[in-house]
């Protein structure tokens, strides 16, 4: 028997993730320094999400760099590459359903309204504002000694320009509010922005 | 002040996506010829898992060649790496705790077992078996018509081998099969597998 017959079957058709997750899908872009606190956040974040049953997932440079993007050095048009590869996967994921937060220095304005452009309104560009000294005060990865060292070329805030978001959708500023503050207010943001 | 404390609060720390979702994240890595009803299962499976509860995406050619995959041509190379995003991109899907069900042809062995290294025991293989005459009598597409008329080169099944799984870990056979006959055998396959 032949079955020529590949139809979809009544019922089995669209999916409709907003009603199924019980929230929009979205994209929180954490934008800002190194040391800023974008991967804290987005870890925090997440987890508050999950605790008031939002689906959530983070992508930050530890999953991507040793896996999709695992073909890219740190020559410019790699970097803007790397940027780009992260907004088609987190416009998927926004897609799919879920909270996509990001956690990447993206320093460049154009990088980011491209990933902006891959998913419209579902794009909150977030920046993770502290200055160069308190990041630099905190070198949690010793970045800033190695970069003034100048062991690291074309360090973003040291001797690569930062970008800074001119109309971000949300702004922390880290060196004044704590991470509970501020996962808080983003938590407040989803609500209002993300509900179906 | 300056807040140099970005650790993250307790109780705001671990995601447990198995928990969340109450089922364990999975790649089904739907491989066969063009017109074998891939896209068509992919898309009645996600259906009928999101009726049952699960939390899924469908990963197909019509979302990634105009985003992240964009960038790629279709030479042997580009094919590849046209493989090995959507391998990297459905790992992310399951680490995130979702139900990723791809659907391309993917005709190479090696290629599919770079894909399933990148998740491991989350990685199904499931052959969407249908011999090329019944692809070609369906002809969904048109796709095999200019292939025979030689307007497309390279065309799997006509003009390009397709390695067929030697282990996959389920096989739907479609035409012998019926759609809705085919996505219950996979959801009880789900249900066997995915349950934490």
Request: some cysteine.
């Given at each position: 028997m032949?079955?020529?017959?590949?139809?979809i079957?009544?019922?089995?058709?669209?999916?409709?993730?907003?009603?199924?997750?019980?929230?929009?899908?979205?994209?929180?872009?954490?934008?800002?320094?190194?040391?800023?606190?974008?991967?804290?956040?987005?870890?925090?974040?997440?987890?508050?999400?999950?605790?008031?049953?939002?689906?959530?997932y983070?992508?930050?440079?530890?999953?991507?760099?040793?896996?999709?993007?695992?073909?890219?050095?740190?020559?410019?048009?790699?970097?803007?590459?790397?940027?780009?590869?992260?907004?088609?996967?987190?416009?998927?994921?926004?897609?799919?359903?879920?909270?996509?937060?990001?956690?990447?220095?993206?320093?460049?304005q154009?990088?980011?309204?491209?990933?902006?452009?891959?998913?419209?309104?579902?794009?909150?560009?977030?920046?993770?504002?502290?200055?160069?000294?308190?990041?630099?005060?905190?070198?949690?990865?010793?970045?800033?000694?190695?970069?003034?060292?100048?062991?690291?070329?074309?360090?973003?805030?040291?001797?690569?320009?930062?970008?800074?978001?001119?109309?971000?959708?949300?702004?922390?500023?880290?060196?004044?509010?704590?991470?509970?503050?501020?996962?808080?207010?983003?938590?407040?943001?989803?609500?209002?922005?993300?509900?179906?």
């Amino acid at each position: 028997m032949m079955n020529n017959n590949l139809t979809i079957p009544p019922g089995l058709n669209s999916f409709d993730s907003a009603q199924h997750f019980r929230h929009k899908g979205a994209v929180f872009w954490l934008t800002g320094l190194s040391g800023s606190g974008k991967s804290t956040l987005a870890i925090a974040l997440q987890s508050a999400l999950t605790q008031r049953g939002y689906s959530s997932y983070v992508l930050d440079g530890d999953k991507l760099r040793l896996g999709l993007n695992a073909n890219l050095g740190f020559s410019p048009q790699d970097r803007t590459e790397n940027i780009r590869r992260v907004g088609e996967v987190a416009a998927l994921f926004s897609d799919a359903g879920l909270i996509c937060i990001t956690a990447f220095i993206s320093p460049y304005q154009a990088d980011r309204a491209r990933a902006r452009n891959t998913c419209a309104q579902a794009f909150h560009e977030i920046h993770i504002a502290a200055s160069v000294a308190t990041c630099e005060a905190r070198d949690t990865k010793g970045l800033y000694k190695k970069a003034r060292a100048g062991e690291l070329l074309e360090f973003t805030g040291v001797s690569a320009p930062y970008e800074a978001p001119v109309a971000p959708e949300f702004r922390i500023d880290t060196d004044q509010e704590s991470v509970e503050v501020s996962v808080m207010r983003l938590l407040s943001y989803a609500v209002e922005h993300l509900a179906v």
